[in-house]
């Protein structure tokens, strides 16, 4: 049927997306998408792993001395590298992997998704073939996988293998040039990155910068576009973090929204609002608050606490102030763009810095990205952090309806060991970043299809025993993550910084949140022991929304709930329809699976709730993320944070958000001693794109156009499930 050469490529693609396309009418069809896809990446590459790096390294596409070693040990790594693993990989999975990870040449793949997964495990673990092979068959069975930039760059002539660098910025013009160049050039290699400005000269200010935020995020917002022009892997991305008494904080909260000048927004940035306790207490107390220009408070950002509390008391007294406010006027602003754009991100300063176990080092002024890496930086010192993430499903132990802790504790294990790797093999933008890195050696290990685990064990998401599940693993994972990074002491010495932090006193994460362990499955009392004696890592678990990865393992983001049964999704490389193929598999046992029922679950926006002919047991364990309040998610983010010593991307879902519940939702996080209060908050289209009287069946267009309308609806709002400008791959751990 298909000749060999472009065309015959061309027509294999062409055969697969026709394939895909039907799956919404005909889901059993997403293995035959799949097989055409496979087969024609599989015609387009070499069959062996160790010719496939020859040909990208004749491309000038890998380094030397990667080449030499694979060429050194080509038998044992080809040997190794099984391609029916690739059964794994779903069509949306292989179309994001040949337009986001493979190596390719001019869109032509030169490399297969098992190389791919053996070029990382090379990059980490060279020069030992045993471990190289060992990590290659874990990941290649869906135990884990590392970030993006890892999977991007590994074994390249500047492998730049972190996701997160946390920068700041100096109050004088040649500073900032040189801080928008270093973004620059961090984007550009995949990194994301976090930006900490509330030391930016507001509006008006004697000295510098007297126009204040707004020209300079300008700078920045076109700084970024260049960046997603030249790189088709993940666009340019930073986020922008500052506190609420900066005098620019209004024009600040306008930037991203939707109506107003131009000259007024830059909306290729996110950004992120810096909360203490005492804007929260002023806001609940409906008090004024006053706003500065750094310029005459230099000392503020730096401080948390009572001792920022004291220090801006004092300051509110004096005849440094600029304006005074209602606390309520700046929250307004803060939850109105929200409810508009989805953002800016919360973060609690005061949580995120008694709970830090580098508040010795100093105060930490900003987070990523994606709000789950907390780690000090200043202007000169560049944070930065390396991740990957445990597919959870492959932990439930086949034989029986259970979880394994053993096999996650082992798994966690490994990781800390791999993930150390490549602090040390990384290629790092600059001196400061590669010096912080060293001193710190920050990780951070999180997980993903959290929603799935639940499904296949039978667990509500929103049951108290889902909350208890969670919480266990993220207890498992902490007490190994800890144990081993004690354990490569005696190999990689205690990390530099170590003397003086919480851990060198015996303090454990949770310790630091006064609470206590979720089991007595550990000795926790040994462990203190032994950390305090000295460990390898400063930092060890953060949650990162894994954005970009699942779209390879083909699992739920990170913690979050399932997004939808029947929905579409926008990635870089296009959109696609998507079938919870589980929920296919329950309806089909039960001889409810027909055109009908699909066609009602679209109507319904993707959920089964209204449909009473499907039984009770499947609608609790199928609820989707709209179909919840948004307590449940603060509420498990809560119980299992005491385990996580950096922090959650926490996304929040409403269907019809209003000032009042979203407040509240936002001042439950506070209460509750989360760090991060909101990544995304996420707000279902207001209207269905086709009338509910328009007949469905047999109609392929008129679904197609629902879908397609519906991701439309969703990325004009700015808070769907966009894998583009919408999420950040960098952290996709």
Sequence with gaps: MFNSGANAQRRWSVAADI???????????????????????????????????????????????????????????????????????????????????????????????????????????????????????????????????????????????????????????????????????????????????????????HGMERSGLVPIMKLFDAAMAVVDQGDKKRPGACAMYLEPWHADVEAFLDLKRIRGSEELRARNLFYAVWLSDLFMKRVRDNEPWTLFSPTDVPRLYDLYGDDFDR??????????????????????????????????????????????????????????????????????????????????????????????????????????????????????????????????????????????????????????VSCDLSTKIAETMYYAAVDESCNLVSTLGTYPRFVGSPSSKGLFQFDLWNAKPATDRYDWEALRGKMKRGMSNSLLIAYMPTAGTTQITGLTESVEPLPGLVYNRKVLWGDYPQVNMSLYSSLKALNLWNDNMRNRIIRDKGSIQNIKEIPDRIRSLYKTAWDMPPDVLIRMAASRGRFICQSQSLSLFFNSPSADSLSKSLFTGWYSGLKTGLYYLRIRPASDPIPVTIPYANQSSSLAAYLRDSTEDTEQRGIGFDIGRGACSSCSG
């Design 19 to 205: 394939a895909w396309q039907m799956t919404v009418e005909d889901p059993s069809l997403l293995e035959v998408a799949a097989e055409l896809e496979l087969r024609r990446v599989y015609k387009a590459t070499p069959e062996v792993f160790s010719s496939s790096v020859l040909l990208s390294h004749q491309r000038r596409l890998l380094s030397d001395e990667f080449m030499m070693f694979v060429e050194s040990n080509r038998y044992n790594l080809n040997k190794a590298v099984n391609d029916a693993n690739d059964i794994r990989y779903k069509y949306p999975a292989l179309k994001a992997l040949g337009y986001n990870y493979l190596l390719s040449v001019e869109g032509k793949p030169l490399e297969r998704p098992q190389h791919m997964l053996m070029r990382c495990a090379t990059q980490i673990h060279m020069p030992s073939v045993r471990d190289t092979i060992d990590a290659y068959e874990r990941m290649a069975r869906g135990d884990y996988i590392y970030a993006s930039p890892t999977l991007f760059n590994s074994g390249s002539i500047d492998a730049q293998l972190c996701s997160c660098y946390l920068l700041s910025t100096a109050d004088n013009p040649d500073t900032i040039f040189d801080t928008l160049s270093s973004v620059a050039d961090i984007s550009r290699k995949g990194g994301g990155v976090g930006l900490g400005i509330h030391n930016i000269p507001s509006s008006g200010s």
């Design 311 to 464: 220090e801006y008391i004092k300051l509110e007294l004096g005849p440094l102030a600029t304006r005074r406010v209602p606390a309520r006027k700046i929250w307004e602003h803060i939850v109105q763009s929200q409810i508009e754009t989805g953002g800016p991100f919360v973060m609690f300063k005061d949580a995120v810095n008694r709970k830090s176990n580098q508040k010795h080092v100093g105060t930490i002024t900003h987070s990523n990205l994606c709000t789950e890496i907390l780690q000090h930086s200043n202007d000169n010192e560049v944070a930065t952090c390396t991740l990957a993430s445990v597919l959870l499903p492959a932990f439930k132990n086949p034989m029986l309806a259970e979880f394994d802790f053993e096999r996650l504790n082992e798994t966690t294990r490994h990781l800390v060991r791999g993930l150390n790797r490549i602090i040390d093999c990384n290629t790092y933008p600059f001196g400061s970043a590669r010096r912080c890195a060293q001193e710190t050696r920050s990780i951070g290990i999180g997980v993903q299809g959290l929603a799935d685990l639940l499904i296949e064990m039978g667990i509500p998401f929103d049951s108290d």
